[in-house]
């Protein structure tokens, strides 16, 4: 199993600090989530059923009914190699861990975002996350199509994680979702702040979407997490606040962590990303602090998801001050 954010109890056992005086901005998963409505007895009691109204909710928000559900997009990202035909794979790196490991018997290729081109040309299977976790790098729509085109003309296929799409959707494929070669993977857990619930959507054509409905086999998703997800993907006015209010706290994450000397940050509204020589001293000295944000060491570099409230904002500022001086 990989290392993940969240991860709260360890670092408090470990750093003697207890887990209720912790900042947790380990995660990407919006701290402001959707409140989930009064779950009915039935949700509980009843075998979840296909026409409860998920599909269509999730048809209407992602604008096609080419999808799947599935128990979270890890499910999908785990069971992908067992339905995908193709010998040479091609992954995004530094990028989510899992795509790696769920394809390590294949041996994947580790490309960067400026090889993505000639891997079009090269590869079977192409998996990208747009936008990135955790550089943030974004890949414009128009691109993605060509190197799908580029794949779906030799028979292959562009996978398009786009977990952190939400908050700004505008660059996503889901339109283009039932297209020959095209595999578009979403998550209720970022944008939603639903990732306990495990609800997430497979956009692929329909023989693709059988093959893995067959493989992952009935209930995937229990039936309280499909009435909590229905009723986040139905709610267009809490969506369009919440993307202005993550736009505002994204942007200020970013000049809070700038003002603060670290570096100037990439990433979505929902976390950012920064390069700097000293992250694993700079992430020891926050964690001495209470304060949980995620290390990568491959490039060294920090990554902090969005203060949950006023005092943690002001706490994270603070803190980044001691941490900066201390690491020198
Ligand atoms: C890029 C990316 N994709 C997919 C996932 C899996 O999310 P979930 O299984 O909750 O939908 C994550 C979780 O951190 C992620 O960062």
Request: with cysteine; aromatic share 8%; glycine share 10%.
């Amino acid at each position: 199993m990989l290392e993940h954010g969240g991860r709260l109890r360890q670092a408090a056992a470990r750093y003697g600090i207890a887990l209720d005086q912790w900042l947790d901005l380990s995660t990407g998963i919006n701290p402001a989530g959707y409140p989930v409505p009064a779950i009915p007895a039935s949700a509980w009691q009843r075998l979840p059923e296909d026409d409860d109204g998920l599909e269509r909710a999730a048809a209407n928000y992602y604008g096609t009914p080419e999808l799947l559900p599935v128990a979270g997009s890890q499910a999908a990202i785990q069971a992908l190699p067992q339905v995908l035909p193709g010998q040479r794979v091609s992954l995004l790196a530094p990028g989510y861990a899992e795509h790696a490991h769920a394809w390590r018997e294949r041996a994947p290729r580790l490309i960067a975002a400026d090889e993505i081109e000639p891997a079009s040309d090269a590869s079977d299977i192409v998996v990208l996350i747009n936008p990135n976790n955790p550089t943030g790098a974004r890949f414009d729509r128009g691109r993605l199509l060509e190197w799908h085109a580029r794949l779906a003309a030799r028979g292959g296929w562009l996978v398009v994680d786009e977990a952190f799409i939400d908050a700004d959707p505008a660059g996503s494929l889901a339109g283009s979702a039932g297209q020959p070669g095209l595999v578009v993977l979403r998550s209720l857990g970022k944008f939603f702040g639903l990732a306990g619930a495990r609800v997430g959507f497979v956009l692929a054509p329909e023989a693709l979407r059988a093959a893995l409905a067959e493989k992952l086999g009935p209930w995937t998703v229990s039936g309280p997490a499909r009435h909590a997800a229905c009723a986040a993907l139905a709610d267009h006015s809490w969506q369009t606040r919440m993307r202005d209010a993550l736009k505002r706290d994204g942007e200020r994450l970013a000049a809070l962590l700038a003002e603060s000397g670290l570096g100037q940050p990439e990433g979505p509204a929902l976390f950012k990303w920064i390069v700097h020589p000293r992250a694993a001293a700079l992430h020891a000295s926050l964690c001495r602090r209470g304060i949980l944000c995620r290390l990568f060491e491959s490039p060294f570099s920090l990554r902090f998801g969005l203060p949950p409230h006023e005092a943690g904002w002001l706490r994270l500022r603070a803190a980044l001050a001691g941490a900066l001086d201390e690491a020198g």
